[in-house]
């Protein structure tokens, strides 16, 4: 769970003012705003990467300025927007430093540590990719193995930033699909951010939206509707 | 076969390919010794025995020496290469080497008798090392792209030569003559007694790095990832910046500057091991460096009846060469 309290964001001066809201496990929320707004700002304060201007960020109850900056990984995790290319990085070693935040002194992966991977993997149907090397994947492929990675840290929240940007139209839909099987069966908090709009209001979910005007984050609680969408963020 | 099969049979293979290319080391020699001729050097040492001094003062450091100064520069190559996420980045391209090449020509040249004695020259070689080391790693936090980093230590290394050119110019012919050797690298300026304190010193950086594995490990996904995964950046930079100048600066100090080596092996070990499990390509780096170096070497000694080759020239007509490839294979 994430509430926020009277939160600014941004670097030097302040960004954006967030509504106190609070986002819920078993529910999947969608950040929308134009390009520039400050929704990866906004990702950045709630996990951590980037302190707070004022206000807090409390994730499961806990203020995230003063959770340790080891432990913050196995509240939250973060999926960026660039999948990195590294030579001779197989899937099942990138979802495996997932499990960094969990190892001992060596990052020695425990039997315990390789029945999460597997298990991960099988989730989200990618066990036949574990021996590719994720330079090898397809865009599609390579979101797959994202959030399977997202998920082998055990985190009650997962952020997600514009997961769908580089996807077609089935490989958007399933990742979007998988995502609210995710929240809702394995009880995780996620927000994404995105610009597929169209798509992602048939799935029923609350946003987050950056509004235009105000230069405030709000939530607008589900049902919504496209019209009021566009109208506060575009 | 499972991919940790194979890596633990490939390690096994140089394992015991190492000790078997350091022994053929200790034989090629222009003079014969035999076995005994090194047992009774190094156990009950004769002072009148010709073979026996070669055997316990020249080629014992000389291939110890070797063994060191592989293993030390491959694995600063990899520790480098992680950290700035650039496959061509090594303690030479990067100006780490030229950092201790400008303070070493500092010590030898200003004729100051403390600089010039063998402690003098460790601490300038390392000091340099390690402030070429974080100058570089300020740039790297500027600097957004790999090739930016490469082109930046490209030109401190011809910055330093140019002053090192210039202390030569004002320097006397006895001093010119010390660091134009120097400069040439070699394994044989160390003799029996510095191998005391040389070998602890190098064992003890190698050993070092296998506390920063895991690190070492997530900063593959590079420093914001790695950061995100609960890795303490900043100290892992620090540590990888100090095992460096250790590394780098203690094989610098005694053998000159050997170019190409950390930057070749790492990337070899890579294509070999096809991983980027860093207990793994820890442990190749250290063995196929020593066993690139003690060839290298071995190579000398051969060709020593015809003509000499200096370790610097040799290792880089053999790994600039190899650099370009790897460069050709990334773009294709």
């Known amino acids: 769970m994430i509430r926020t309290s009277e939160l600014t964001i941004g670097y030097t001066h302040q960004l954006l003012t967030v509504d106190n809201v609070q986002l819920n496990t078993s529910e999947l929320y969608f950040l929308i705003g134009k390009n520039g707004s400050g929704k990866s700002t906004f990702f950045k304060t709630i996990t951590g990467s980037t302190p707070c201007l004022s206000g807090k960020v409390l994730l499961n109850k806990q203020n995230v300025s003063s959770i340790p900056l080891a432990t913050l990984p196995t509240v939250v995790s973060f999926v960026g927007p660039h999948f990195p290319s590294v030579d001779f990085l197989t899937v099942e070693q990138y979802v495996g430093l997932a499990r960094t935040p969990y190892t001992n002194q060596f990052g020695r992966l425990k039997d315990e540590d390789h029945k999460i991977i597997q298990d991960c993997l099988s989730i989200i149907d990618i066990v036949h990719l574990k021996e590719r090397f994720v330079t090898e994947l397809s865009d599609g492929e390579k979101q797959m193995v994202a959030i399977a990675k997202a998920l082998a840290q055990q985190t009650d929240i997962i952020i997600l930033d514009e997961p769908t940007a580089f996807l077609d139209y089935s490989n958007k839909t399933i990742v979007l699909n998988i995502l609210q099987q995710i929240s809702i069966e394995m009880n995780k908090c996620i927000i994404i951010s995105t610009h597929d709009i169209d798509m992602s209001i048939e799935l029923g979910c609350s946003y987050l939206v950056v509004n235009k005007n105000k230069k405030r984050i709000q939530l607008v609680n589900s049902p919504v509707k496209k019209e009021v969408l566009l109208a506060l963020a575009f | ?332």
């Open chain 2, 1 to 332: 076969m499972t991919t940790l099969v194979r890596h633990r049979l490939i390690l096994t293979g140089i394992l015991l390919l190492t000790p078997a290319i350091a022994a053929l080391h200790l034989f090629v020699g222009q003079i014969h010794l035999s076995i005994d001729d090194y047992w009774n050097g190094l156990f009950s040492f004769d002072k009148s025995s010709v073979n026996e001094i070669i055997a316990r003062d020249f080629r014992t450091p000389r291939l110890l020496m070797a063994l060191i100064a592989g293993a030390c520069l491959s694995v600063v190559g990899l520790m480098m290469q992680t950290l700035f996420n650039n496959p061509l980045a090594g303690p030479y391209v990067l100006g780490i080497n030229s950092g201790s090449s400008l303070f070493v020509a500092l010590s030898i040249m200003t004729g100051v008798p403390f600089f010039a004695s063998d402690f003098g020259l460790i601490i300038n070689s390392l000091f340099g090392a390690f402030l070429f080391g974080l100058i570089i790693l300020f740039f790297s936090r500027i600097v957004r792209t790999q090739i930016s980093l490469l082109l930046i230590g490209l030109m401190l290394g011809s910055f330093i030569s140019a002053f090192v050119a210039f202390l030569q110019s004002a320097s006397d012919a006895q001093e010119l003559k010390v660091f134009t050797l120097w400069a040439l690298g070699s394994l044989q300026k160390v003799d029996f007694d510095q191998l005391a304190y040389i070998v602890p010193i190098a064992l003890t950086g190698i050993a070092s790095t296998f506390f920063i594995v895991k690190p070492l490990n997530a900063l593959v996904l590079g420093e914001a990832e790695a950061k995100l995964l609960g890795i303490n950046i900043k100290t892992t930079r620090l540590i990888i910046i100090i095992l460096t100048a250790i590394l780098t600066g203690l094989v610098t100090a005694f053998c000159g500057p050997i170019a190409f080596v950390g930057l070749a092996v790492p990337n070899l070990v890579r294509i070999l091991f096809k991983t980027q499990q860093h207990l793994t390509l820890i442990i190749a780096s250290v063995l196929i460096g020593s066993i690139f170096i003690v060839l290298c070497d071995i190579l000398i000694q051969l060709l020593e009846p015809y003509f000499m080759l200096p370790i610097n020239v040799l290792t880089s007509i053999i790994g600039a060469p190899m650099v370009i490839l790897f460069i050709l294979k990334r773009l294709k």
